[in-house]
């Protein structure tokens, strides 16, 4: 077990709508990091926070949207789904986000149909 | 961004041979380079890392090389067991920040 905690498991869920992916992160971490992953593209970087702030935006698309609490957890927002975002989505987090290993949650399972 | 480039995407080895992973990077900012390794269902971990004013690292049976000037890392795995049989990933990473990771490869060890 990581620490790093994502809810929920499994989301099956139709094109158009919207879903939100929870991650809470290792006790102490303030970095949080959000991962797609899916069969042909391996590990795409979404976006990365850091003590509540946006630190490093990457290939997230505009109907993705993030934000990191004050109690740190993290929240993605996905909308206007498409078949296209079904995917494996990682949520990591490290301590201060520098040179340190990233601890990886579970994953969120989505299936859009 | 950066771009990570890995090769080959699967790699089948005889228990005991050595397996080589290669990485190629386009930011010559990034300075820190992990490999992680996920078994099938489970979660990417970090095996090894290294930075970039480091050539070279081992640990037991896995060593990692980088070369600065041709920006790219190489991971080595001597005497391979079936538990290595796992998807190994390279990544690049500008202090921390923006990891960005290979597309991953497909180790497989046969008994």
């Known amino acids: 077990d990581s620490g790093v905690t994502q809810t929920p498991k499994h989301l099956i869920t139709a094109t158009g709508q919207r879903v939100t992916l929870r991650c809470s992160p290792r006790s102490g971490d303030l970095s949080v990091y959000w991962y797609q992953q899916s069969l042909d593209q391996g590990l795409q970087f979404l976006i990365q926070?850091?003590?509540?702030?946006?630190?490093a935006k990457g290939n997230i698309l505009e109907r993705f949207s993030a934000q990191q609490f004050p109690d740190l957890h993290s929240e993605l927002n996905l909308s206007s789904l498409e078949l296209g975002d079904s995917a494996l989505y990682f949520c990591?987090?490290?301590?201060?986000?520098?040179?340190?290993?990233?601890?990886f949650g579970s994953g969120t399972q989505l299936s859009v149909l | 961004g950066e771009n990570v480039e890995q090769h080959p995407s699967t790699l089948s080895v005889q228990e005991g041979d050595s397996a080589v992973i290669k990485c190629t990077y386009s930011d010559s900012a990034s300075n820190y380079f992990p490999w992680y390794k996920q078994e099938l269902g489970k979660r990417p971990q970090l095996i090894i890392d290294i930075r970039s004013n480091v050539g070279e690292k081992k640990d037991q049976r896995i060593a990692v090389t980088l070369n600065k000037t041709a920006k790219h890392f190489s991971l080595h795995i001597t005497e391979t067991q079936p538990e290595d049989s796992a998807v190994y990933f390279c990544?690049?990473?500008?202090?921390?920040?923006?990891?960005?990771f290979g597309t991953g490869t497909s180790l497989t060890v046969i008994p």
């Open positions: 990544a690049a990473s500008k202090t921390g920040n923006q990891f960005y």
């Open positions: 990591a987090s490290s301590a201060s986000g520098r040179f340190e290993k990233l601890f």
């Open positions: 926070y850091y003590n509540g702030e946006e630190r």
